[in-house]
Structure formats: structure tokens, C-alpha cells
């Protein structure tokens, strides 16, 4: 990749141009203009000269070899090209062109068949329908941009090129440094996880950011998202979040949005923050490539005024960041230097008539308290604030530190020229404290979750071969969903507790089946074609008596006939009642993206009306099943509350561990459910009282 | 108001200086500088002349009358100038001295001296510590700001003079317009009420905006906003909302804040937009100032770019908003003016290559659709973008509209020429879609509020005197809190129906009692000191039988003795016992800001644990006891789920509206809940069953 498309020795431009305006034109002039080293060949068949440089009729007749195929062809000449790309060795091409997949069905051909001679050429594929790629450091500016963005540490992807234009157009003005700027364009080959894995080890690239409107191959997204997270911050704004956003990326680009619930999980477990809009986005990913690391929560506040004072630290407490608590020490350094009416206790309030001395003192030492993670220094523009001295200072005391200084310069003309020195001394600078806060808290969230252990999936022994000949059995049936003894038996196979279960034939069997039970008991038809039994009056709990027994024997099954007359009755299942507990509910869905998607909540009215649920990509650890428990709201039920004892988490944990280990081992599950799931006090386990499961549908085998 | 501190004839600045760079100087030169076209009198004993005009040593002096006087002298000499002042008839006095309230308690006295004396000769005071008054349209800049900001729509208000100079600054380069800009300072006299009262007819301000930290007096700020924000926009940010941040508002200006649901639902109750952050302050405030109302949400987008239009079609379903659904004739009127490849449902896609004819056929087609209320044009700035002339073209075709049209020219240097060009044409401009989203969201929340009819209070007929009688001999009693036996009293006063009950003072009685009621009942000591008879055992449900009674009788009477040796013990009270139902809470709480805070929610875990409740403050009408019950999220759960009756939600509202009527007709109940509230299935009611009052001490009486 690195050679392919970032830092090429050679690079052709097929479909260059001699006409200024024409993109083909612009592309060999960015290549040249921002002072790309290697060797540029423009390829043209009309044409002998392009911007100096001597001009190809075809690839094929460059005299040395050409690392990096830029195409600006008319879409239906690109098979050609491409074609010509691979007997020159071409690894790899930048296709500005568009015309393919966003185009309907013609151009997924079209694209399809560009593809195809990729493959079998070896030529890794950037686009096509895209800006190009921009690569600060090599240089080399290989797009039709309109310009080329300062060198920095950020690397940027896009699968929108009008956004590329809009933010290059913006952060050229905010002087906002990247070192990778990359349009995927409709990611026929490279994506987003490709990038990822590049830029990894890239030491240029601090930070990467992506936008993005669907993925993909979600499980790879995923393995390589969480290596790099590790090592460096990756931002994310997903848009399409909504129905109808979802829609507008269908009509537009034609990728498959997957679902929200499942992008909420893949960031959360990949470590990748989630930005809620471009200007977050970018908010987050200045002060992380600017500032070291915040390793903690607790921020110092620095103001020359209350009012923004008071707005840093109400956002502060919103995002989960706290107010540093100030040694003795620091308390009485910072009382001798500062004026008495100066509030010395956090936030550092040096007053509206503070010169640059007063945030010097105030500054140093906050920098040098233990208990300080990170400092945010407002300064609003008074009487006699020294605003570029000031900005001086923070520089000069922020360099070589190894905790994040943060500034809030509020106001435009006057803080201006401090703003450009905070800039020059890589400290970012926000308008506003929220904005402020907003960066400090990602960058809080970035360093507690690569504290965090890499997932360690547990694997427990359970019996695969029961299950696969369930499975085999209920497929050579022409069936997909199980009943009841089936997926009593699956859940055995994988260490489930479920309630002791008798299936009786006839009314003697019923009966002894109870008395070896104990009383009460519940009994449930047995029939595989009865999907929702409870809908037909098809269970009844709580049975007494062995007389209660024979009368419902018969009233169950005559129910049973009556809802579908040729239903096949296996009988009756005679099963030991679960005592009362929390009723619990955990699902699986395959996302179409990312696969199995694991939910756990409170069963009933918690899961139903108040959708108080949460969700993650199988396979989970035993950390992120605790961490699905601990994070729904109605979490503290399970804690216990009004003298009840704490319900079996550890149960309900394990529960949330085989069934995940059950969806990997089986991707045909593509819907199963425990609901419920009782669960009772510490010690005691849980029980899975009802489960449902449904099968893929068997691949077409010829 | 208007003649004291916005209109004036005359101006004193008292306390004028002759040096550039003291603030004396600073307020004499802005009033010149700026165009005031009054008469203009620096007081200062030791000038002749200050900036060319002649000083006078005393305002005593000034030969013609004067309205208003600017004061900078140090604040022990403030009590002498005002009562000078007054002599002088001035009408009112900006007063920029600090060194009062914010400053301790000799700050506090000389606060309160200079006051007297205000009120004494009917001086207006604006501050003291403030930053001064900007009136753009007479013109008039009395401050020492260092600059002065445009014309335009935005009345500005903030208690902190720091973000006056912060936003002044920044507000500059934006070239946002304010009709007035007052900085509050403490608040002595002039405070947030006043000035939106001044604000309400004066046609210059076109919306209100307002920076908070506490409000002195919340109802009367709650009955001034309601009629105001019937005629325009006002938005607040209220800051000092978390814990942390209110003690750093005590710790700067001493003012009080008041809970922050009580604000929340003060706001909500007046129509008054919150914005959670001054960025969001600014965005909201100019497309207010702007554009024409929003009379609905049925937006309609045009982009020339997929991705932003994605992210600007997730932000509104996000923001309650709705992509407008276009007539079948805009439809036909789009096709032919675009391309095959654009999208011509919403959001309208001109495609990359659009040049300002496309926009011009698509925005004039989605202004006219009957089924759009309002068009976001979104243009990024790609190789062919016209963006001067797009941007003449909207704001042509949208002068004189009754829809308004919010531009997001995303980027900066190469939008910048058409952003300044929106800016003429009074099209608000905003970066990336979100914020251009926010903008239109808070214009929907607006119209929607004004819709909304202005609350009538209901009253019921009950009977004040008895519990004017109750209250009286509790206080008289030295109690500040009620028996259960008073406190059904004061229900049965207000017509909220309790379970029928009886105090027997002995066995045989209670025996009577439960024969008469009718088995189950409910027992409970009777004892006006203990409060949480329950903790003891003192309360028994479901008591079936006369000789369960007999015993619970003395087993009753035995614990509260023994939990209190001289308790008072009136006997047991036998209760009917009310039949299942849902159980509410409802409850009231008095805030120190703005009075009476009514609560609703479910009871037990939905309250405990959920913390699912809501507030307004008193009186309310029964369209906001209406919206109280709607809003919990397990409203669901009074609707009715799984086949349950829904509950009887006009019980509720009843009962919420006498509760709130009962608070308002007597101010000493600081503290009452009803939990729970047992409600019943529609049509048959709720009934109070446990209930709970806590009076105020008697004012003193000396």
C-alpha cells in the first residue's frame, strides 16, 4: 500500500490533459505543483507534451516501470487501461473516474469487470468515483483537489469526496495539518480497514479519522480497527444513523447501511470514538495530534472570567471529567502570585485585569500538581488582557510536558494573533469552553479504553457434535425453527441450565412425569409446527395435583389440533416450575454487517416499552459481558434494591458467554432468543425457561 | 427603561477620564466615536475638558437636565455621585464600578447603600460591575468595550461582562448584528425581567438572547418570559447547571442558582429556547433574526454533494425534523431542470458537477412545494461550483419569502465570497449541516411553542378554610408536619378521593370500624410522631378477619411505645384498603428561584431507580399536567401494554391540577408528596392512599 499509493517512485496519469480546467489537466498539475520527487508520466494519445513533461500515447510505452496508475479515463475505457495497468506492473490505481457502481446497474457491471482484471493483475485499486489521494510528507498531491493541506498528523478517509473538498477548502483556512488525505470513492477494492492497517505503523499519521457511510466487511473493520487503536486514535463519523439517512446512502452510493445497534457496538469494542459531526471530528482529532496523552480525568481550569468558568466546568462534570482537586502544595504556590479577590482553588479564576505574569504563575503551576491530568486556560479579551504574550507563555510552558494544555482564546479579532501562536506552539485552540471540554473528554475516553486488556475469549467445553446433528436433523426436515426439545437440547449441549423436562405421550406418562418432578409443574404442548405455544393456550404453569395433570393433558392437545388440524404432537412436556427471579431476555441477530449481534436487558416492559437494551458483536469477553450488564439502566435492579439480595450477574455473564461461543461455533443460528432468562440471587445461577432458534436457510447446494 | 439606559437625551459619564487606556476615558470616547447624538457630559473634579468636551466637576453642575449617568469611579465614592443623581433627576445609572456584591461583605453593605439611595430618588440601575450598555440603533455604545458591534436583529443580555467582551470580539469578524448589548453586572436593579420586558414592543430587537448564571426572581422572569416569547424568540443559556459548576457560580457573583429542573421546567413552561452552549446560542439566534418563521417541520434539502446530504438528513430525524415528502407537481417541475443521474426527491442531489442554474431550479421548485416548510441549501465547493453566483441566486429567490432558506456553504476560502454574499441577502450561513440542522430545529421547537395556548388555570371548588384550620393548630401545636389523619383532611378539602378510614380509639371500635368498611383492611398506628410508620411495623395490610384486628390492635399500640416511650398515640386507623392499581407519585418541593416545583412519575422503582419523573412549577395548566404525565418515558405503561386497560389519566391530571392548586393557595406547605397514588383503569379513578406535609416555620412574628 505504502508503494502503491502513498509514497510511489512513479507515477502515470492516464487520461491527462492539456486544457486547464479539465480534472485530468488538475491532477498532473497537483502531482507537479506540490512538489512530488519521483517521475510523472502523463499518458495521452493526442498529445506529446502535458505541462512540460513529455507525454505516452499508452502505459505501455513508459520507458521505466510506474508504481502508481492515476485514471481519468471516460468510465468505459477504464477495463482497457486497466488491462494495459497490469501487463506494465502497475500496483496501484487511483480510478478518479466515475460512471460505475453509483451509476446503476451498467456500472456495477462496468466496475465488476474492472475488478476482475485488478485481481488478476495484483493491482490493489483506490475509487473509483473518487477525489484521489493526497500524501503530505512523500509529497505527492494525486487527486483533482484544489490545493494541498498543510503537513500534520492527521490522516483522513472519506468515503464522500465532496466532503474531502469541503473540509480541504476549510482546513487550509484553520490551518489544519494532515499527513494522509484519502477519497475512497466506492471502495471497489481498498477501504477503510485497508487504510487502517497501512497507517498503523505510519509514524506521519498520529491520528486517523474516517468518515463514513457503511462498511463493508464489518468483522475485518473490526480485528484491524482494535490493533490500531492500541497504538494510535481513530475518530469516526458515521452518518446514515437515522431510517432516513439510511435511505439517502442507499440512493446515493449504493453501500448497505448496516444498523446502528451494531455500529454502536463495533466502535465500542474496537476502541474507535465516534465523533456525532464533522466539526467534533475534527475538534477531537487536533488535540490529539497536538497534545500528549490526558491520562486521567481530572482537568485544571485556567480564566481570566467567571461566566466561562462556569461553562468549562458544567461541561466538564457533563462529559464525565471532574474538577482537579489541588494538592496543599499548589494552593500555596498559587496564593502569593495571584491577587487576593483571584479564586486559587480550581477553577484558577486570575480575574479580568490579569497580564500575561498572572497565567504564567497560575499555568506553571497547575502543570506541576500530581493530581492534574490536563489543563484548560480560557482568556477572554478585557481592558488589559496581553493576549499574544499570553499565548506566548502557554507555548513556552506546555513544550516538552507530558499533560495536554488546552486553549480557550474566546473571540475572533482581538485573540486572533494569539490563537496563531498557540497554533505555532501545537496548542489547540477553541472558541468556545464546550468545544474545549469536548476534546479533553475524547481524549479521556481514548486513554481509559487502551487501558483496557485486549478481549480474552474464554472457551468453555461443550458438546458441538449434539448440536450439529439437531441442526442436520431439523434441516433434512425441511425446517428452520426448532422445537422445544431441540432447543432444550442445544442448550444442554452448551452447559445451559434449563428446568427439568419430562415429554410424555400419554396421560400415565404425564403423570408419573410430575410426581418425579415434584409439584408444581408447568406443562407445555409438544409440537414442532407451534411456534408461539402461550398465543394458543398451549402452556399452563403452576399445576398441582396429578388430576390437574390428566385434565390438561387432553385440553392441551385438543387446543393444539384445534389451532392447526394436522399439527404433529409429540405429546406433552411435563417440566419443573422455575422458581420466581429477575426475568432476564438475551438475544442474538446476524447483523448483515458485522454478524452476530448479542443483546441483553431486563425481560417484560424493561425490554418492550422501555427498550432498555444493549448490544455487542459476538464473539464477546468475559469484560464485555459484565460491562453489557453493568451499562443498561436498569442495571441497579440487579444490584438489588429496597433489601432484596444482588441477582447472579456471574450467571447471567456465563449465559451471555456460551451463548456467544454457540453463535461463533454455528453461524447457521441466525436468530435465537432465551426469554426468559430467570436469574436469581448470588450463588444461585439462572435458569433458561424458553429459547427459540432459527436456522439459515441451507445454502443452494448445486 | 427606554429614556434611562437605551434612548437617552443626555449622558453623564461620572468619572470621565482625560488618559487614553482608563476606563473613564474608554466610555467617554465610545460615546463619541460610536454616533450618540445626545448631549454628552463628562463629570470629572479635576478637567477642564475630556476628548473636547467641557467637564464639569459635580453632575450638580451639568447645565441641562440628564437622563442618564455612566459611573466609573471607585466604588466608595459611588453612594455620593448617586445621590447626587438623584438630585439631578437622573433617570437611570449604568453603574461600572466593581467592588460590590461580587466583592464580600463590605462589598455586600455599600451594595445595599447604594440601592437605598436609588430607590430613594427612582433611579434605574444597570450593574454595578458591568461592562456597560450598547443601544446600535440610537446609537449609543455606554460601555468601555473595545469596539462596536453592527446593526441587526439579536438584544443581547449576559451577567457575565467577561463573555460580553468575548462575544463582542468574535461577533465582530461574523458580522452578526445586535440591536442592544447589555452587560448585567450584578444585578442590583435591572435584571433579566426587566430587560425582556423593556425588549418585548421595541421592534429593533427581533430576537432575545440571554446569557444566565441565576435568576433573582424566577416567577416574576417565568410571568415576563411567557407574554414575550409570544411575540419573539428568547433564548437563554443557563449555566452553572451541574453541581460543580453551581458552586463556581457562588464562588464568583454570589448569586444563587436555583436546581436545575427547576429551570429546565421554567423555561419549557415559558416558551424560552434553551441552547446548550453559546456556539448554539449564536447559530439559533441569527437564523431567528434572519429569516421568516418555520411554520412547521417538513424540511426540504438541496446538496450538491451525497455524504453532507446524508449527515444533514440524519441530523434532522435526529432533531424531531422530517425530510418533506414533495407534491407529485414539484417532482415533474424538478425532472427536467437536472440530470438523469440526480436525485429529484428530497434531499433534491444537483450532483457535483452542478453549476448555480441547478440549485436555482431546485431551490425555486422546493419553495414552492405547499409541503415544505422551510429549504437547506448545502453546497460544497467541488471543480465547477459556482459559489458567488449560487449564493445571489438563494438570496434572490428567497427575499420575500414566508419559508425560510438556511444556507451550509461548507469549507471557507473557497465559500467564503459566497457566505459573505448570503450574508447581505440575510441567509444565515453555518459551516456543516448539523448546525444548520440545530438552527432549524430550534425555529420548529419556537413555532410550535407559540402555538401553543397561553395555560389557563382551572379552579376547583374546595374548602380553604379547613385546612387553613388544620395548618393552624399543627403551628399552633409547634409541629411542622402533619398527622395522617390531618393530612387525609386537607385531601378531602381539595376533593381528592382517600380510602374511606376510621380512628378507633380502642379495640372494639376497630373491630366496628373494619365490620363497616368491609374485609381486607389496612391498619396503621395513629401517632403525630411518628412519621415513617412503616420503618416501625406500624402499618398492616390485608388484615382479614375481627380477630386479626383485635390483636394487630395491641401488637400496633406495643411497637410505636416501644419505638417511642412518650409518642402521642391517638389509636389505629382503620383503612379501607384500596384495590391494585398502578402506583404514582406525585410531589411537590419548594424551590427557592421559582416557587412550587410539582413532580410526576411512577412510583417505586420507576422514581427510585429510573429517576423517571418530571417537573413544572406551579400552577399548571391541564394541558401541562397533561404533558407532565405523556413525557415519562413508561408513559407506555399508563396506556396500557399487554392487553392491560389503560389507566384513568385524567385522574392524574385532576389530581396533579388540585395538588397544584393547593400549593399556590397556600404558600406555607414547603414540602408534600402523595405516594403512592393509586390509579385506576379509565374512568374509575385514582385514590390517595399515603400522603405526606411538611409546613414552613412561622415567619417570625417580632
Chains 1, 2 share one sequence.
Not at 445497534?261 to 475538534?283: C, M, N
Amino acid at each position: 500500500m505504502q508503494r502503491a499509493f502513498f509514497n510511489p517512485q512513479s507515477v502515470a496519469v492516464i487520461g491527462a490533459a492539456r486544457e486547464p480546467g479539465k480534472l485530468g489537466y488538475g491532477v498532473v498539475d497537483n502531482i507537479l505543483r506540490y512538489g512530488y520527487c519521483g517521475k510523472v508520466y502523463p499518458i495521452n494519445p493526442k498529445a506529446d507534451e502535458i505541462l512540460g513533461l513529455p507525454a505516452y500515447a499508452s502505459i505501455l510505452q513508459v520507458p521505466g516501470p510506474v508504481d502508481t496508475a492515476v485514471i481519468v479515463v471516460p468510465n468505459r475505457f477504464v477495463p482497457q487501461v486497466m488491462e494495459e495497468c497490469g501487463q506494465k506492473g502497475v500496483r496501484g490505481a487511483i480510478i478518479i473516474s466515475a460512471g460505475f457502481r453509483e451509476a446503476g446497474i451498467d456500472g456495477i457491471r462496468l466496475e465488476h469487470q474492472v475488478m476482475e482484471i485488478a485481481k488478476k493483475h495484483h493491482i490493489r485499486v483506490i475509487g473509483p468515483n473518487c477525489l484521489g489521494v493526497i500524501s503530505t510528507f512523500t509529497p505527492l498531491n494525486a487527486s483533482f483537489a484544489a490545493g494541498m493541506p498543510p503537513r500534520g498528523g492527521i490522516a483522513f478517509m472519506s468515503q464522500s469526496g465532496a466532503l474531502c473538498t469541503a473540509i480541504l477548502d476549510w482546513a487550509l483556512s484553520q490551518g489544519i495539518g494532515f499527513s494522509h488525505f484519502v477519497s475512497l470513492g466506492n471502495k471497489a477494492d481498498v477501504n477503510e480497514a485497508d487504510l487502517l492497517e497501512s497507517w498503523k505503523d505510519d509514524k506521519d499519521a498520529r491520528v486517523i479519522i474516517v468518515y463514513m457511510e457503511g462498511l463493508n466487511d464489518g468483522r475485518r473493520f473490526i480485528e484491524i480497527a482494535r490493533e490500531v487503536t492500541r497504538i494510535k486514535p481513530v475518530i469516526a463519523v458515521k452518518s446514515g444513523n437515522t431510517a432516513a439517512g439510511s435511505r439517502a446512502v442507499s440512493s446515493h452510493t449504493g453501500s448497505l447501511a448496516g444498523s446502528e445497534r451494531a455500529y454502536e457496538a463495533a466502535f465500542r469494542q474496537t476502541g474507535v470514538l465516534r465523533a456525532d459531526s464533522i466539526e467534533h471530528l475534527f475538534d477531537y482529532s487536533v488535540a490529539f495530534a497536538y497534545q500528549p496523552p490526558l491520562r486521567g480525568r481530572n482537568i485544571a481550569i485556567v480564566t481570566n472570567a467567571g461566566g466561562p468558568g462556569i461553562m468549562a466546568t458544567d461541561a466538564l462534570e457533563q462529559g464525565g471529567l471532574k474538577l482537579a482537586t489541588f494538592t496543599s502544595e499548589t494552593i500555596e504556590t498559587l496564593r502569593p502570585g495571584l491577587p487576593a479577590a483571584a479564586n486559587i482553588y480550581n477553577p484558577i479564576d486570575v480575574i479580568g485585569d490579569a497580564l500575561a505574569d498572572r497565567y504564567e504563575h497560575a499555568l506553571k503551576s497547575a502543570l506541576a500538581d500530581p493530581n492534574v491530568n490536563g489543563v484548560l486556560v480560557i482568556l477572554t479579551p478585557q481592558v488589559y488582557t496581553q493576549v499574544e504574550e499570553t499565548a506566548e507563555i502557554i507555548g513556552r510552558l506546555a513544550a516538552g510536558q507530558d499533560k495536554p494544555v488546552i486553549g480557550c482564546f474566546m473571540g475572533e479579532q482581538r485573540v486572533g494573533p494569539g490563537v496563531k501562536i498557540l497554533n505555532k506552539h501545537q496548542i489547540p485552540n477553541y472558541t468556545f469552553p464546550e468545544r474545549a471540554v469536548g476534546a479533553l473528554r475524547a481524549m479521556a475516553d481514548y486513554w481509559e479504553s487502551r487501558q483496557t486488556e485486549p478481549p480474552k475469549y474464554e472457551r468453555f467445553e461443550v458438546d458441538q457434535q449434539t448440536v450439529r446433528k439437531v441442526f442436520d436433523r431439523v434441516r433434512s426436515e425441511g425446517r428452520l425453527t426448532l422445537g422445544d426439545a431441540e432447543s432444550r437440547e442445544i442448550m444442554q449441549a452448551y452447559g445451559l441450565r434449563i428446568p427439568r423436562s419430562i415429554l410424555a405421550k400419554n396421560v400415565d406418562e404425564a403423570i408419573a412425569a410430575a410426581e418425579s418432578i415434584g409439584f408444581p409443574v408447568v406443562m407445555k404442548i409438544a409440537s414442532p409446527d407451534i411456534l408461539h405455544k402461550s398465543d394458543i393456550g398451549g402452556v399452563r404453569v403452576n399445576v398441582r395435583d396429578s388430576d390437574q395433570v390428566r385434565d390438561l393433558f387432553d385440553l392441551l392437545v385438543y387446543r393444539a389440533q384445534r389451532y392447526m388440524e394436522d399439527a404433529r404432537i409429540w405429546g406433552v412436556l411435563v417440566q419443573e416450575m422455575a422458581p420466581k427471579g429477575k426475568e432476564i431476555i438475551i438475544g442474538v441477530n446476524r447483523d448483515p454487517q458485522f454478524g452476530p449481534l448479542l443483546m441483553f436487558g431486563l425481560g417484560g416492559i424493561y425490554v418492550e416499552v422501555l427498550k432498555d437494551v444493549t448490544f455487542r458483536i459476538a464473539p464477546v469477553s468475559r469484560q464485555e459481558a459484565s460491562s453489557m450488564i453493568e451499562e443498561i439502566r436498569a442495571y441497579h435492579l440487579l444490584r438489588g434494591v429496597r433489601g432484596e439480595p444482588p441477582s447472579d450477574v456471574q450467571a447471567i455473564a456465563d449465559t451471555l458467554l456460551r451463548i456467544s461461543q454457540m453463535v461463533m461455533d454455528f453461524p447457521e443460528i441466525v436468530e435465537m432468543d432465551i426469554n426468559p432468562l430467570v436469574v436469581y440471587e448470588t450463588g444461585k445461577g439462572a435458569i433458561a425457561v424458553d429459547m427459540r432458534f432459527v436456522l439459515k436457510e441451507k445454502e443452494s447446494e448445486g
